[in-house]
């Protein structure tokens, strides 16, 4: 059985740093992004990784979180992290986890196009 468990979410004050973790059981995936959703809004893009190879890698960016957010991963351990920085009021969200096991460059940004998701993790940053 597939499963995504993020972890790593909480409360931070503006200017904080937090790493959320993704750890994924039952296969290994390509494709890993995180996505972020608050009420009443779509789920939105925030970063994705694609492993291409043994040690080629490619990774995206939303705009709005260039500079600030890096996502990494670790397949010995079949987990994928995003490590945020300078978090903003506005980046409070409920973080998911998405994986998949192969998506083309240009759905990579796409929530719908990912297979397989986290059960997400409250980020929330006080102003």
């Known amino acids: 059985q597939v499963q995504l468990v993020e972890s790593g979410g909480g409360l931070v004050q503006a200017g904080g740093s937090l790493r959320l973790s993704c750890a994924a059981s039952?296969?290994?995936?390509?494709?890993v992004g995180w996505f972020r959703q608050t009420p009443g809004k779509e789920r939105e893009f925030v970063a994705a990784i694609r492993r291409s190879g043994e040690r080629t890698y490619y990774v995206y960016y939303a705009d709005s979180v260039k500079g600030r957010f890096t996502i990494s991963r670790d397949n010995a351990k079949n987990t994928v992290y995003l490590q945020m920085n300078s978090l903003k009021p506005d980046d409070t969200a409920v973080y998911y986890c998405?994986?998949?096991?192969?998506?083309?460059?240009?759905?990579?940004?796409?929530?719908?196009?990912?297979?397989?998701w986290g059960q997400g993790t409250q980020v929330t940053v006080s102003s």
């Open positions: 039952g296969r290994t995936f390509s494709d």
């Open positions: 998405a994986a998949d096991p192969g998506l083309s460059t240009a759905t990579m940004t796409a929530a719908n196009e990912y297979d397989y």
